[in-house]
């Protein structure tokens, strides 16, 4: 078979040449970062747990009409993707304060906040991917007035859709980090959610317990992350090792 050509490896994630132009495959590794990647390690069968996650959010958000850059899912590690051009910033949404916010603003862990709290970062490793304001991306040209009006709105029906979803499987979506792509058509260039949506990028809690089946396990060293990842993927139905449906499904008395 043909080497692939890489185009880029990232902390979790390499992207290969896809086998049509315009397309991307998404290699999903089992590397763990944390703190602007101070902290590292190898969780086995991450990268297989995100590939799947990612794929059913994407599909998902694609079924009600968010557009993705989803293409389809190539096996247990690799998703094809359409390629964009990546806008320099993280898009974070908040519902319930955790993390860095609890940080700058010395809110309590898990207070809910009056409303959605939508921040953007600029997206730049050597500098820790700094908190940003509109004015910074109006002013750099990283996004345009009207990306900005997108971005804003795919942000808010991201979170929507990703909030009914754990709400049905008893995990409360605390905050989450989605990253947006432009795709040229001809003259005209539309903005998609790209990269993943996964446990790495979001934060979830277990409603009734409190439980974080998240990254914080990792960057807390608060037990193991395949076991919280796995715990999100049953919930949801996606476990990779879930059997094929064989068949017509049988009654059982
Ligand atoms: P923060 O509280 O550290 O600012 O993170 C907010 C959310 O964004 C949290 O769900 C984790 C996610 N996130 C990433 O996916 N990548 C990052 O580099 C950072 C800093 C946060
Ligand atoms: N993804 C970032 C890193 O690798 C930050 C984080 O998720 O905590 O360092």
């Known amino acids: 078979m043909a080497r692939r050509k890489k185009i880029y490896e990232g902390k979790a994630k390499t992207l290969y040449e896809g086998p ?47 557009p993705t850059h989803f293409l389809k899912r190539l096996n247990m590690r690799e998703q094809l993707v359409r390629s964009c051009e990546i806008i320099p910033l993280e ?12 940080k700058r603003l ?55 859709f990703m909030s009914g979803v754990m709400l049905a499987v008893g995990i409360k979506l605390v905050d989450f980090k989605i990253e947006i792509g432009r795709i040229y058509d001809g003259d005209f260039q539309r903005l998609v959610i790209a990269d993943e949506i996964s446990p790495d990028s979001c934060r979830l809690w277990d409603q009734k317990t409190g439980q974080k089946l998240d990254k914080d396990v990792f960057r807390r060293d608060l037990g193991n992350l395949t076991d919280a990842y796995s715990e999100v993927a049953r919930r949801l139905g996606v476990m990779p090792t879930n059997p094929p449906a064989a068949g017509k499904p049988t009654l059982v008395n």
């Open 20 to 66: 049509e132009p315009g397309t991307i495959v998404q290699y999903f590794k089992d590397d763990a970062t944390a703190f602007n990647a101070e902290k590292r390690d190898v969780i086995e069968g991450k990268g297989v747990l995100n590939n799947i996650l990612s794929e059913f959010f994407m599909l998902g958000l694609g079924q009600i009409g968010v």
């Open 91 to 102: 898009v974070i949404v908040r519902n319930h304060a955790a993390g860095s916010i609890c």
């Open 106 to 160: 010395g809110l309590e862990e898990g207070t809910q906040l009056p409303r959605p709290i939508v921040e953007y970062c600029y997206k730049d490793d050597a500098l820790g991917d700094p908190l940003v304001t509109e004015e910074h991306i109006a002013a750099f040209g990283w996004a345009s007035q009207q990306d900005m009006d997108d971005i804003l709105s795919l942000a808010l029906r991201v979170n929507d």
